[in-house]
């Protein structure tokens, strides 16, 4: 079974762009999960898509989004680009959540992003 | 809010030496724990998780215990090789709700050499 993929893997920007990311999910994983690391802050939690809606949001400004489409695959997008959102971009694919159930993450490769 | 304290590193063994990374944990409910890895370049690989209290994780010699009355879950491995060189994130998940997230520690950079 083919794995998380992200595209794509490496990305230049320049301050005041904006970017769009994909990712594509395991077969019949329905929710995907988007998180930013860098080295100071570490892994952070952006959001979490199941069945096209947004379930849950971390605490990023205004200027991260994301979908998710009818096949499962997702897209996050960042615009007004600053110097602080260069980082690693993971993607992570899991069966649906529900209730108290947590199924595990499969985490794509990334998307490393440079902005300057 | 819910967080996770890893031991900073970087860690630096010799082969076949013992490993323990500690990872404590503050949470509002009764989280789910996870160790992941990440090799270069790569994302993250889920090593072992526990789900309740005593459980115990395990996978290619590693080792992790749930440990609810110290909120701990701290990754063992009796014997490491140079293949583990790697960074490894403790983590958690909250049951219940919409918390459909990972919450993760800074990281632990582990270098074994021969």
């Known amino acids: 079974k083919a794995g998380v993929t992200q595209t794509p893997r490496y990305l230049i920007k320049t301050r005041g762009q904006q970017v769009t990311l994909s990712c594509s999910p395991i077969?019949?994983?329905?929710?995907v999960s988007w998180y930013q690391q860098t080295p100071g802050q570490g892994l952070q939690f952006l959001f979490e898509y199941f069945s096209e809606t947004q379930r849950n949001k971390g605490n990023f400004p205004g200027r991260f989004s994301g979908r998710q489409f009818s096949n499962s695959r997702s897209e996050m997008n960042v615009s007004t680009l600053e110097l602080g959102d260069s980082a690693l971009y993971l993607c992570?694919?899991?069966?649906?959540?529900?209730?108290?159930?947590?199924?595990?993450?499969?985490f794509g490769p990334g998307t490393r992003l440079t902005v300057t | 809010g819910d967080s996770v304290t890893q031991m900073e590193g970087p860690v630096t063994l010799s082969e076949e030496a013992f490993l323990t990374i500690n990872c404590t944990y503050t949470?509002?409910?009764?989280?789910?724990l996870f160790w992941y890895v990440q090799y270069p370049g790569e994302g993250l690989q889920l090593l072992l998780k526990?789900?309740?209290?005593?459980d115990k994780g395990s996978n290619k010699g590693f080792e992790a215990t749930y440990r609810k009355e110290t909120t701990s879950f701290h990754l063992e491995k009796g014997s490491v090789q140079v293949s583990d060189s790697a960074v490894y994130f403790c983590a958690l998940s909250l049951l219940g709700g919409s918390n459909y997230k990972l919450t993760f520690g800074k990281g632990t950079l582990l270098t074994v050499n021969p």
């Open positions: 992570a694919s899991s069966l649906p959540g529900q209730g108290t159930f947590f199924y595990e993450q499969y």
């Open positions: 077969s019949g994983h329905r929710s």
């Open positions: 526990a789900t309740k209290a005593d």
């Open positions: 949470a509002t409910g009764y989280p789910s």
